[in-house]
């Protein structure tokens, strides 16, 4: 059983469809991020979650919407989004914030 | 502000060579910690070290080695004796420690190509 897990690995949706990305961590950390990585572009925080609490929204758009019910999950809910919020989306997590990040492999989106 | 600076963006080498990879940071921290880590082609960013701004020691770990020198403010990953499974693209990154994790900077990326 890999540390971090996402799903789905590929999804592709149109502009006005709502969807859901999913990560979990079996590393028993606190700390869950969500990483966008867009071609030719540094990696982009978008969210942290410490023990269930948002900590960080790095000016991100309302059409991405996290959720966090417990330290193991973490969601990205999508809705309405536009051709340019095609990336890769890695989700990370870390032993509160002592601890290098362990990612998953990233859910590649494509928004038609 | 905290930076990462990786000028390289691709470098191919052919099996066998020594190659190195920069990395020049930017904080004005006194307490920070560096990294580095490996994209492979699944999409899984691996940690490979991680170095906090007190430790100035080197490391090697196999054929992998790391020079930090903070006089030039650089993180610099060298691999001995490359092969075909290093080809993945390296992350330098850097994190504050007054904020760590919240304020995780990564680099641009350097996309390593190893040809046999």
């Known amino acids: 059983e890999t540390g971090v897990t996402q799903t789905p690995r590929h999804l592709v949706m149109g502009m006005t469809n709502k969807k859901s990305l999913k990560c979990e961590q079996h590393?028993?950390?606190?700390?869950m991020y969500w990483y966008k990585q867009s071609a030719k572009k540094p990696l982009e925080l978008m969210f942290v979650?410490?023990?269930?609490?948002?900590?960080e929204n790095n000016s991100v758009p309302s059409r991405f919407s996290p959720e966090c019910p417990n330290s193991s999950h973490l969601f990205l809910h999508l809705h309405t989004l536009q051709p340019e919020d095609s990336a890769l989306y890695l989700c990370?997590?870390?032993?509160?914030?002592?601890?290098?990040?362990?990612f998953g492999e990233g859910s590649r989106l494509t928004v038609l | 502000a905290q930076k990462v600076t990786q000028a390289q963006t691709e470098i191919s080498v052919v099996e066998k060579e020594d190659v190195t990879l920069d990395c020049v940071y930017e904080?004005?921290?006194?307490?920070?910690?560096l990294f580095w880590y490996k994209q492979p082609p699944s999409g899984e960013l691996v940690f490979l070290i991680r170095r906090n701004s007190f430790d100035e020691q080197n490391e090697i770990s196999g054929r992998y080695s790391w020079n930090f020198q903070k006089s030039t403010s650089s993180f610099n990953f060298t691999i001995t004796a490359s092969q075909v499974v290093d080809s993945a693209v390296y992350f330098c990154?850097?994190?504050?420690?007054?904020?760590?994790?919240?304020?995780?900077?990564f680099g641009p990326g350097t996309r390593l190509s190893v040809l046999p």
């Open positions: 590393l028993g950390h606190n700390a």
């Open positions: 979650y410490n023990f269930k609490e948002q900590t």
């Open positions: 990370a997590s870390s032993q509160d914030f002592s601890g290098e990040l362990f």
């Open positions: 990154a850097l994190s504050e420690a007054y904020n760590y994790g919240q304020n995780f900077v």
């Open positions: 904080t004005r921290d006194t307490t920070y910690y």
